[in-house]
């Protein structure tokens, strides 16, 4: 079959592209943002002329609505009777050929479905993934002979719900994507509890003991259910990443995969191993005595339990972090949240909001969030992003820790950092 997928450049779209091609499939794909894909045809920009009666399915991220740019496309493949799928519904049809694991959860899915993934590999399963990071070595996807397939399922706009596991691990719930879940709590467990019951009878659920609607949702699953505990780290874990958050995603991991039969010495082995996936506390260099790391954490409880992590593994340094806030609609229900979840850095310099084109009404200001936090932290200041890298040239120096913070584009600046101190040292040594 022939697919072209919208929004090809996400993380997740381009995971699935690669699937289908690996599957033997013809893809294609245009997205806003420039992307390549050995072997597939993509596109900047969109436009209807993309679409002809020669392709078999259109895919679309759940980025596009009416409102979007690529939204003629869509219009454009109904007309000419083109099958028009979302990309959850397509990673439902594929679980359903293979043993499907899900990774849900509010914070931390990326993280243990790197793990699960890798330990996988390890006990020689040979499984096919799709996450939402890259993990260092394999990327995001593959489609691969074994008979697991682990999924990264996230509960933004209920796309989870598409899904259809055997192995489902639930790592934590807190509020979030709230502009698809206006309600709030309520709607959110209501989802969870309605993505638990699609697990088979003899499926598996893997639950954090302390999360506090974990017994809530034994009630309703249909199938065993198992559950870790950070009071009981899985034994014999020495990782080399920072942070009880994930000596617990390490310890969900190992749980799920002690269940699918694996060897405890080679979940061991495997998670002492894991360096991490890339944008989760990435180290992306060291030079003239500062470090620089990057990390995608953009809600507050990320924020909070990456900040203390690296105020362990790093006591002596100045924790200088660079934060782009991600949605209006995020920072807005979750403002009173933000203003204690930097306690563990030095100095904190946020810069303007990320809002998402089409789906993100202007709630709240760069300058209300920075008045907000200043009432529980001094060391907070708004700059403009075209400011940032002047400001760490004169503000950083030797034994400073460099921390980028957000689900956008802030890393940039800090490659651009590093890069500059880099030339520094080799002029300096000319």
């Not at 489609?143 to 682990?150: I, K, L, S, Y």
């Not at 990320?302 to 209006?328: D, N």
């Amino acid at each position: 079959m022939r697919y072209h997928l919208i929004g090809i450049a996400g993380s997740s779209m381009s995971g699935l592209a690669r699937i289908l091609q690996k599957r033997g499939e013809q893809v294609s794909g245009c997205d806003l943002e420039e992307i390549y894909l050995k072997g597939i045809l993509t596109q900047k920009g969109h436009n209807p002329t993309h679409i002809n009666k020669n392709i078999d399915a259109l895919v679309t991220s759940a980025a596009i609505t009416p409102s979007s740019l690529a939204w003629p496309e869509v219009e454009k493949a109904q007309q000419l009777g083109v099958k028009v799928i979302s990309r959850a519904k397509m990673i439902g049809q594929l679980m359903r050929e293979k043993r499907g694991i899900a990774i849900a959860g509010t914070h931390g899915k990326t993280t243990i479905s790197a793990m699960v993934t890798l330990i996988l590999k390890e006990a020689g399963r040979r499984p096919s993934f799709l996450i939402g990071g890259e993990i260092k070595g394999w990327g995001n996807a593959d489609w691969d002979e074994g008979e697991d397939f682990v999924v990264e399922a996230c509960e933004y706009g209920r796309q989870f719900l598409e899904f259809r596991p055997v192995v489902a691990l639930i790592s934590n719930i807190e509020k979030e994507h709230l502009d698809t879940y206006p309600r709030g709590m309520p709607e959110i467990k209501k989802a969870f509890k309605k993505f638990v019951r699609l697990l088979p009878k003899n499926g598996l659920l893997i639950l954090w003991q302390e999360e506090p609607l974990t017994g809530w949702l034994k009630k309703s699953a249909p199938c065993k259910v198992k559950t870790f505990s950070l009071s009981k780290p899985w034994p014999g874990l020495s990782l080399k990443i920072p942070g009880e958050h994930n000596l617990l995603n390490a310890t969900a991991a190992a749980r799920l995969c002690h269940e699918l039969g694996v060897p405890h010495s080679v979940i061991k082995k495997t998670l002492n191993q894991f360096t991490g996936v890339k944008r989760r506390f990435e180290i992306k260099g060291e030079a003239k005595g500062i470090l620089v790391v990057d990390d995608y954490g953009h809600h507050p409880s990320e924020i909070k339990a990456t900040l203390k992590g690296a105020r362990q593994w790093y006591p002596s340094r100045r924790i200088i972090c660079l934060f782009q806030p991600h949605q209006y609609a995020r920072t807005y229900h979750l403002l009173k949240d933000f203003t204690t979840a930097f306690s563990d850095c030095d100095l904190l310099i946020v810069t303007d909001i990320f809002g998402v084109p089409g789906r993100d009404e202007v709630k709240v200001t760069t300058e209300e969030l920075v008045r907000a936090i200043r009432q529980k932290k001094k060391e907070v200041i708004y700059l403009k992003e075209e400011q940032l890298l002047d400001y760490l040239k004169q503000t950083c120096q030797s034994n400073d820790l460099v921390l980028t913070m957000g689900a956008t584009k802030i890393y940039q600046v800090g490659e651009q950092f590093l890069s500059l101190l880099k030339k520094g040292e080799q002029d300096e040594r000319a």
